[in-house]
């Protein structure tokens, strides 16, 4: 498919460029420090534009049609995964994935929300957005992992969850509440990643753990940065300022305590590379995993109680 | 999670109240009746010849439910912090003082605990009009230390929603909050204390997809609106017309989600005969 190159990543893709020419005219003129010279240039103007990237920059990075998803995570940092499906009450949401794997020493259960990369595959997984079969269908893979004592990782990737007719027939709202309720009280350890977008709802219906991490090209929020401008700005056009407002990136949700670790990407986005972010990722869960699977299930339990009644701002 | 919408939707003329000359009668938006406030009271707050329900708070919530004198509010004047200094074409802050000064009410929900045809019970009642009933760190945290007064007095816990969502000013705060009030749920259903959700003309958003969708028993008022995501929502995402009935109480009913649908005037009957059937 074409390559998607948004705005501000258009310097360094023109610079890159010109290295590519340099580096084909290189076997004939002696152009190598020239060469050294522009690569230099190339790293200091990622790292500059990644640095200070807007939050609604971030929001499109999350959202870049490019970016692994979790299959691809899950086949770049696991292996022996059986996917499964079905929520043995309705069908088989293609919006969530999931299945036992091996990651590095450990035997676990992955369950994410699934984007496609195409029209076609997105139609097929109906953009990430699920239907309540897909939250069932995660609670039923939870419980398996439950049964077996084998942790859970769970990788939050939707634009929030579908609101249809036949979604709000079978009960969305109850699918995702019971998750809430079900893995705020699962005997396993839960270690939840923000891989792209997560909105709202639809993503917190797979995001109680022990653990939450996020990947540094995120967004997670209660609504997205468009809706919020609809309603608050009565326009469309004010997402960049709902962005800003909404204070939705890993940054900021670190600050605000209500994720536990930023996972750094690739210089220019897990997009670049997707199996040195599935890498980077694989180091972290294994690092958590060492340390949740010693913690006894009634440890665990009181721990995620008292880390998510500890969320939220007031005065008394 | 659109409350916002909604609420805007909700209060244009022809769905909500009219105030007549006087200020003592109110037009019934269902079958035009016009009836008198004392009247209206006496109804609780239902129309006798139609049996529309009006929309109520929890000052009249207590009334209908809570046995006189009884009712003892916890955290009466907690209020939002504005974690993310939260400006849209309004600072969070002045919309938060506005609310409290126009309703007296310090956010979207009161709790405490009181008798319930002599049964103690806590008790927590949403209020749509505090900005849309909308679900923000103090909702949460009141919900919250009233599951678990409900836990640690081991009473039974009755709660009654009417909520556009969460309250996008706390962004991911007031997401974070149905995890919180979910995971007090489960710590009071080990302990089998009996949970019953009351659901009322609106419940939507993320206190659907949290504590009001948890209960052992869900209650409805006739005709309520409940949902996950708002009819208006639904509607651009299937660019069709919603069929008649969509989405309010008799539809859960039939795609079972609700267990009874009880009139105003049946509730503290109906709870008090729930409770006392399963203690
Ligand atoms: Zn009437």
Redesign the interface.
């Given at each position: 498919m074409a390559k998607t190159i948004l705005d501000f990543e258009k310097p360094i893709y023109e610079l890159e460029a010109k290295l590519e020419e340099m580096r084909k005219l290189s076997d004939n003129l002696d152009i190598d420090k020239e060469i050294v010279k522009i690569e230099e240039k190339v790293k200091q103007l990622k790292e500059g534009i990644y640095r200070d990237l807007t939050r609604w920059q971030r929001v499109q990075l999350a959202r870049h049609p490019e970016r692994p998803f979790t299959l691809d995570y899950i086949y770049n940092m696991t292996e022996n995964f059986i996917e499964l499906h079905g929520d043995r009450l309705f069908r088989d949401d293609k919006a969530i994935v999931g299945g036992f794997v091996q990651l590095g020493d450990y035997k676990v259960m992955v369950i994410g929300h699934q984007k496609g990369r195409d029209t076609k595959t997105n139609l097929y997984r109906n953009f990430g957005m699920s239907n309540p079969e897909g939250y069932r269908k995660a609670l039923r893979f939870m419980k398996l992992a439950e049964k077996f004592n084998k942790p859970v990782i769970t990788m939050i990737d939707t634009p929030g969850?579908?609101?249809?007719?036949e979604?709000?027939?079978?009960?969305?709202?109850?699918a995702?509440?019971?998750n809430?309720?079900?893995m705020?009280?699962l005997r396993v350890p839960i270690i939840v990643t923000i891989i792209g977008e997560g909105a709202?709802?639809g993503?917190?219906?797979i995001?109680?753990g022990d653990r939450i991490l996020m990947l540094e090209n995120c967004w997670?929020?209660?609504?997205s940065p468009e809706?919020?401008s609809s309603?608050?700005?009565r326009s469309w056009d004010y997402k960049e300022?709902?962005a800003e407002?909404?204070?939705?990136t890993a940054p900021d949700?670190l600050e605000?305590k209500?994720i536990d670790r930023i996972i750094p990407e690739p210089l220019g986005g897990a997009h670049k590379n997707h199996q040195e972010a599935a890498g980077i990722l694989k180091a972290v869960l294994l690092e958590e995993l060492a340390q949740l699977t010693k913690i006894k299930p009634e440890k665990l339990i009181e721990g995620?109680?008292e880390k998510?009644?500890k969320?939220?701002?007031?005065?008394? | 999670m659109a409350w916002f919408k909604r609420s805007k939707e909700n209060i244009s003329p022809d769905t909500q109240k009219i105030e007549l000359p006087d200020g003592l009668w109110e037009k019934c938006p269902e079958c035009s009746e016009i009836i008198h406030k004392k009247q209206l009271e006496v109804n609780l707050w239902t129309c006798a010849k139609c049996g529309y329900h009006f929309r109520i708070g929890s000052h009249e919530y207590i009334k209908i439910l809570i046995d006189k004198g009884s009712f003892r509010e916890l955290d009466k004047k907690m209020r939002s912090a504005d974690p993310l200094q939260f400006t849209d074409t309004k600072k969070y802050t002045d919309r938060i003082d506005e609310t409290i000064l126009k309703l007296n009410l310090f956010d979207a929900v009161k709790t405490g605990t009181g008798k319930l045809n002599g049964l103690s019970i806590a008790f927590g009642c949403m209020d749509f009009k505090f900005i849309g009933g909308s679900m923000g760190s103090v909702v949460g945290e009141k919900v919250a230390r009233l599951v678990d007064k409900a836990y640690k007095s081991k009473i039974p816990l009755i709660i009654v929603s009417s909520s556009g969502g969460a309250r996008m000013m706390e962004g991911a705060f007031s997401l974070m909050q149905m995890a919180k009030t979910s995971a007090r749920l489960a710590r009071l259903a080990q302990a089998k204390i009996p949970y019953i959700s009351v659901l009322t003309d609106p419940t939507t958003g993320g206190t659907t997809a949290s504590y009001a969708m948890l209960g052992d028993f869900h209650i409805a008022e006739p005709k309520a609106l409940i949902g996950f995501a708002g009819p208006r929502v639904i509607k651009q995402t299937i660019g069709k017309d919603l069929p008649a009935g969509f989405q309010r109480s008799e539809f859960l009913l039939e795609h079972g989600f609700v267990d009874i649908i009880s009139p105003r005037k049946e509730l503290k009957s109906t709870i008090y005969n729930l409770i006392t059937l399963v203690s």
């Open positions: 969850a579908f609101p249809g007719l979604a709000e027939e079978r009960g969305q709202a109850e995702i509440a019971k809430l309720f079900e705020s009280r709202s709802g993503a917190l219906g995001g109680v997670y929020s209660v609504i809706s919020c309603i608050l700005w300022q709902a407002a909404l204070k939705l949700l605000q209500l995620r109680l998510f009644g969320m939220g701002a007031f005065i008394e | -």
